[in-house]
């Protein structure tokens, strides 16, 4: 099997999808690894490392593609003019609302894998690209928080008196909230945080933190079947957020991470709450890729309103892109190895198998996952 190794656009993805260390796995495992040159430098593998993996290092993108059974990307590329027909693509898609793209990979025989949609099942949890990126996402957000913060987060006692610990809200308690949670307790801040899931409760007090919810029946059945949030009803948000107007007018800073899967993120923190805040407090909104969680807030870009500052990354994963891609190119690495057939080392696609027929987007001609295939006429 011949893989390619695709350099991203740097400007919009530091991360990479490949690391040395999987690119000598992979070349273990049977395979030959071509990567485009520089794909690394933003993450810190210099085009000699993967030589030294034992990688070929490629310069251009068309001939990187030549030949290539399987391409390997963070980012759903925006064109693969010479890729084969009949080639695997394995990337982040953000398949919602790109419908038109999933129809051109289509017509260009591109069998394409969804990496956001691997199913969060047991056998796949070393393939969960979501949870590895949130992770540190969820880190990173309190670092970033901590650095624009002119003041101390741990309560410190000194000689000349004592200055109070922060306080972190964390709206949103998925894998990123929980490690904010985590990384802003460790830091010595006094936290508290909120969701609209039941099992969320028990995990933030077991990381020492506070749970403020609304907790009434609705809340009760808010988690589907594979673990995500609902949507909210629209009375359900207006109690929310009127104790979280009451909760955040109190709060340094604010880290969001609320998301529902395949809609837009829900509003959580409105212009008002954030006049609310004291002078000089933070908020860091982590689902600003989908819409944000806040009102007001510029993507990509730190703001101030008010004497608050907004931090709206919405590559949060991307700013710690060696660790990010570290972890990334492991999963993917996972995932390609669940589908390759042990005796002729190729590729095999199995439409049966659970996590294929999850994450398979287009394959011979069509787009045929379920969720994204056009109504038949
Ligand atoms: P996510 O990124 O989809 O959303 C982040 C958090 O926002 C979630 O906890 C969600 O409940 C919350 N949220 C949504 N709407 C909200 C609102 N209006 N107000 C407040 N909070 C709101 O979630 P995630 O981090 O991907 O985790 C989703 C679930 O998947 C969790 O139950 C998690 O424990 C589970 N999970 C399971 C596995 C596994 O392998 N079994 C792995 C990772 C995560």
């Known amino acids: 099997m ?19 260390e999987t690119v000598k796995k992979f070349i ?73 793209a999933l129809a051109e990979l289509a017509q260009a025989g591109i069998s394409s894998f969804s990496l956001e949609l691997i199913p969060r099942i047991t056998r796949a949890q070393v393939m969960d690209v979501l949870s590895s990126q949130a992770n540190l996402a969820g880190y990173q957000a309190v670092i970033e928080a901590a650095a624009h913060f002119g003041r101390a987060m741990p309560m410190m006692m000194t000689a000349a008196g004592t200055v109070p610990a922060a306080r972190v809200f964390v709206m949103g308690a998925g894998v990123a909230g929980l490690q904010a949670i985590a990384t802003a307790r460790r830091l010595g801040a006094v936290v508290t945080a909120t969701d609209v899931r039941p099992a969320a409760k028990e995990q933030v007090a077991s990381l020492g933190a506070k749970f403020v919810a609304v907790e009434d029946e609705e809340f009760k059945a808010a988690e589907t079947a594979g673990g995500y949030a609902k949507e909210m009803s629209a009375d359900y948000q207006a109690k929310q957020a009127a104790l979280v107007a009451d909760h955040i007018a109190k ?18 923190v409105s212009a ?14 982590l689902a600003a890729e989908r819409g944000g969680n806040v009102e007001g807030v510029t993507p990509d870009q730190v703001t101030q309103k008010d004497g608050v500052t907004l931090i709206a990354y919405t590559n949060m994963a991307g700013r710690v892109a060696a660790s990010t891609s570290a972890l990334l190119a492991r999963n993917i690495f996972a ?3 669940s589908m390759t057939d042990k005796e002729t080392k190729a590729l095999r696609i199995d439409r049966n198998d659970e996590i294929t027929a999850a994450t398979l987007l287009t394959h011979e001609g069509s787009v045929v996952h379920p969720r994204f295939a056009p109504a038949a006429p």
């Open 28 to 100: 273990a495992s049977g395979a030959t690894v071509a990567v485009e040159a520089g794909a690394g430098r933003p993450a810190g593998i210099l085009d000699a490392d993967y030589g030294t993996a034992g990688a070929s290092v490629v310069e251009g993108r068309e001939a990187v593609l030549a030949d290539a059974d399987l391409i390997l990307a963070v980012r759903r590329p925006a064109a693969l003019h010479g890729a084969k027909h009949g080639a695997a693509l394995v990337a982040l898609m953000d398949p919602f609302g790109n419908e038109q």
């Open 251 to 268: 709060q340094d800073i604010v880290i969001t991470t609320a998301l529902i899967p395949g809609r837009p993120a829900p509003k959580l």
């Open 2 to 20: 011949k893989i390619a190794v695709l350099r991203e656009d740097p400007s919009l993805e530091p991360r990479v999808a490949a690391t040395s």
């Open 272 to 285: 008002a709450m954030l006049s609310s805040m004291r002078e000089g407090s933070v908020v860091v909104d």
């Open 335 to 337: 995932f390609v190895e």
